[in-house]
């Protein structure tokens, strides 16, 4: 079965850190395109990589086939679910999507 798992969220203080990972099973990460995406409060869906301003930094672990997402000097307008997104390239003319099930970040001032 092909899943993602997204874990480490929670509810922080505006300035603290949290790191996010993103367990894919059913495939690997290495032949996978793989991002971030959150969709805030009232808010359209975006791509991490968008936003931040330099705060947060994806990795990938391939021997743990998981992707990591760092987030630091969190704000408020960084309260979002957090998703993890993979397009596996299933073969040379497939590519499927996958989606995790969002973990919840909270920033309080």
């Known amino acids: 079965e092909v899943r993602l798992v997204e874990s480490g969220g929670g509810s922080v203080q505006a300035g603290e850190s949290l790191r996010l990972s993103c367990v894919a099973s059913?495939?690997?990460?290495?032949?996978?395109?793989v991002k971030w995406a959150r969709r805030g409060p009232g808010k359209g869906p975006e791509w991490v990589s968008s936003?931040?301003?330099?705060?947060f930094t994806t990795t990938r672990d391939i021997a743990e086939n998981t992707l990591w997402l760092q987030l630091n000097n969190l704000q408020p307008e960084d309260t979002a679910v957090y998703y993890c997104?993979?397009?596996?390239?299933?073969?040379?003319?497939?590519?499927?999507?996958?989606w995790g099930q969002g973990t919840q970040v909270t920033v309080s001032s």
């Open positions: 997104h993979a397009d596996q390239r299933d073969s040379p003319t497939r590519i499927l999507s996958h």
């Open positions: 059913g495939f690997s990460l290495s032949t996978s395109d």
């Open positions: 936003t931040g301003k330099g705060r």
